[in-house]
């Protein structure tokens, strides 16, 4: 396949808002980014549908000594969900897998005060979700976004991105009522090699951008 690739962020979600349009004739639509790279994409995908945007906490849990390597994620909600394969394989010892949980859960809480503040979420019973990220390799991290949305009733949820490996689009597919992405890929090296700028995303711009749409609604 030939190598497509997005400019930054949110270009991608402005290509990948055209793949959604449809979303615009579903009621109650919110539209959730997984910070911090989804939010750049969520943003574009939520102000071309004319719907609010919102986060939705989600941390990836690193193989400890390889944090690169996803041993599982947890999410808003407390939801956890392990790649017990992983686990089970890599012999990963109790007391290493706890602290790197415990790291996380930190971090997810730190998050949500500067994302959030005391502010509620968005509710989602009975609502139409669309949870956005920037993209998807193994898909663990998409997978605890989606079961903690789905512990929330929604009506119909969704997931939109810009590129997927083939496996983890399989296995979203398999849990949401509508998988979308530009690239689906058997060979997904890195999310990042499909953006000419992948540089991170910062508190800041996140906390810009919820503001911003915010500020439209």
Known sequence: MT?????????????LAGLVRHYRELPALLVLGLPRGGVPVAFEVAQALHAPLDVLLVRKLGYP??????????????ILVLNQE?????????????????REQKELHRRE???????APLALAGATVLLVDDGLATG??????????????PAHLGVAVP???AEAAARATA????FTALVVSDNLGSVGQ?????????DREVCMLLAQANDKR
């Open 163 to 165: 590129v997927s490996s």
């Open 140 to 153: 663990a991290t998409m997978e605890a976004a989606i079961r903690a949305v789905r512990s929330q009733g």
């Open 3 to 15: 190598l497509q690739s997005f400019q930054d962020r949110r270009a991608a979600g402005q290509r």
């Open 113 to 119: 005060l500067i994302y959030r503040g005391q502010a």
């Open 65 to 78: 000594g390889h944090p690169e390597l996803a041993m599982g994620a947890i999410a808003t909600g407390d």
């Open 194 to 202: 499909f953006y000419d700028d992948f540089s991170q995303t910062s």
């Open 175 to 178: 849990l949401v009522d509508e």
């Open 86 to 102: 992983i686990v089970r394989h890599g012999g990963i010892d109790q007391p290493p897998r706890d602290a790197v949980l415990r």
